[in-house]
């Protein structure tokens, strides 16, 4: 029992599921298509140059941007 209470707590923080939320506490963007996600990372490699690569994510099923291997 306890082992299941120390998962649950590492995949659901206190504000929400750990994979939608930056480091910074603050939510991640959710795009819709894959190509909206990719045109906001050319966008923030144009203006701030980050390099930032846009994946698929399991739990929503929405694209999110990270950081670039």
């Known amino acids: 029992m306890a082992s299941k209470r120390r998962i649950r707590r590492l995949v659901a923080p206190r504000r929400g599921r750990l994979a939608h939320w930056r480091a910074d506490g603050s939510p991640k ?23 930032l690569v846009a994946y698929r994510c399991e739990l929503c099923d929405g ?3 990270g950081t670039a291997p």
């Open 29 to 51: 963007v959710r795009f819709a298509s894959p190509v909206d996600a990719e045109r906001a990372a050319f966008d923030a490699r144009l203006h701030h140059g980050t390099e």
């Open 63 to 65: 694209w999110h941007l």
